[in-house]
């Protein structure tokens, strides 16, 4: 990506989609898709995620008097989901741009295997230009793995991805001091920097609910928490502003924005040396050496050994000839799979292993240089 241009997650509620009615909104959903393009256009990879699935379904149904229990929810889910897939798939269409489905519960995050295959997937998506859309995997995911909310979800996404901005969109301009529809005084918080967020801010945020939503201001701010601390900028803004993407992407004030606390390679850094599995690592060749400090991915050809024990998607040390650690990734083989390929082509990974995940050992999108 050209140095100037970003990787965004919009986030979309319910409250947008349906432009606070209890249908989506067809309009406002043209709206969205019209300054997603733009922003595609001008470089930018972006990442939408959208609730609307259990609403979509309600209205589906002919909006039906359920039990407000999770199974209920969950068949709601079922029917709303793929019809907003395909009202998405339809209008971002009509601006030339594709979507993907992503459905995600916590597990998906939380284990290492799975995690890897949710982030070089959407890695591949975002530099296809495709825009992922992502909702809670709502029809398998119980209490013990739901993320519950999609104001988490959307951090936990701009983690995954590594985003530099992340995007609430809501129906309020940001977050205010008191709640504006009671308080005439009430102010919009435009900024919010330091490494805490003040006790104040997270007072004025507690509480505030919508109609057909999960979320509230309280679960925007918990989120914002969640990505500022690996390095994303978050903004909590109106989705009801027009052409508020651009707005905000060429820093007009708008909203409330919330400053990182770290540099988005500082915080990759930090979380793959805290997370690195010990006395496991992988030997390579000064041919290799070289090609990771240009910026290149790990290849089974400049390997000379794997060592330990790890599986696909565990964090792992490399060692340069010197017995220096020169980088750290994430592995997309496992040790005894490495093994048997080190040294090897990655043409021949398919037929060493009997299937592949890819050329390289390390991705470079997955790994971070040391020293
Ligand atoms: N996943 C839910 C849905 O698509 C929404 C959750 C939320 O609004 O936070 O309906």
């Known amino acids: 990506m050209h140095a100037d241009k970003k990787r965004i997650i919009i986030k979309v509620g319910t409250s947008t989609l349906t432009a606070g009615t209890s249908k989506l909104h067809l309009p406002q959903i043209t709206a969205l898709a019209q300054q997603l393009a733009e ?56 601006y030339g741009l594709k979507v993907a489905q992503v459905l995600l519960t916590r597990e998906d995050i939380s284990d290492r295997k799975r995690y890897i295959n949710a982030r070089n997937t959407l890695e591949s998506l975002l530099e296809q230009g495709v825009v992922p859309v992502v909702n809670e995997n709502d029809t398998v995911a119980t209490d013990e793995i739901r993320i519950g909310d999609n104001d988490n979800l959307s951090a936990l996404v701009a983690n995954l991805v590594e985003a530099d901005l992340l995007v609430i969109l809501t129906d309020q301009e940001g977050i205010y001091t008191a709640n504006p529809s009671r308080s005439k005084d009430a102010q919009l918080i435009r900024e919010v920097r330091g490494a805490e967020i003040p006790k104040e801010i ?14 509230g201001m309280h679960t925007k701010l918990q989120a914002a928490e969640i990505a500022r601390r690996s390095g ?22 708008l909203g409330t924005r919330i400053y990182a606390v770290v540099d988005k390679l500082e915080s990759r850094k930090r979380f793959m040396l805290a997370g690195a599995v010990p006395r496991a690592g992988i030997r390579i060749d000064a041919g290799a050496a070289a090609a990771l400090s240009e910026g290149g991915s790990l290849l ?19 060692k340069d000839p010197a017995g220096k650690d020169c980088a750290i990734g994430l592995v997309n083989y496992a040790c005894e799979d490495v093994k048997k390929i080190t040294g090897k082509r990655s043409s021949e990974i398919e037929s060493l292993l009997g299937f592949a995940y890819g050329d390289e050992v390390i991705h470079h999108n997955n790994m971070t240089l040391l020293g």
């Open 39 to 94: 922003l595609i256009k001008r470089g930018d990879q972006v990442a939408l995620v959208s609730s609307g699935a259990i609403a979509v379904g309600r209205e589906r149904l002919g909006y039906p008097a359920l039990p407000k229990s999770i199974p209920a929810k969950q068949m709601l889910a079922a029917i709303g989901q793929p019809r907003l897939m395909n009202v998405y798939e339809q209008i971002f269409d009509i």
């Open 232 to 253: 994303t900028e978050v903004v909590i803004a109106s989705g009801l502003e027009p052409q508020i993407l651009q707005r905000l992407v060429d820093g007009e004030a």
């Open 202 to 215: 997270w007072e004025a945020a507690g509480g505030s609910q919508n109609g057909l939503g999960t979320g």
């Open 300 to 318: 089974p050809v400049g390997i000379s050994e794997a060592y330990g024990k790890f599986e696909r998607g565990d964090i792992v040390r490399v």
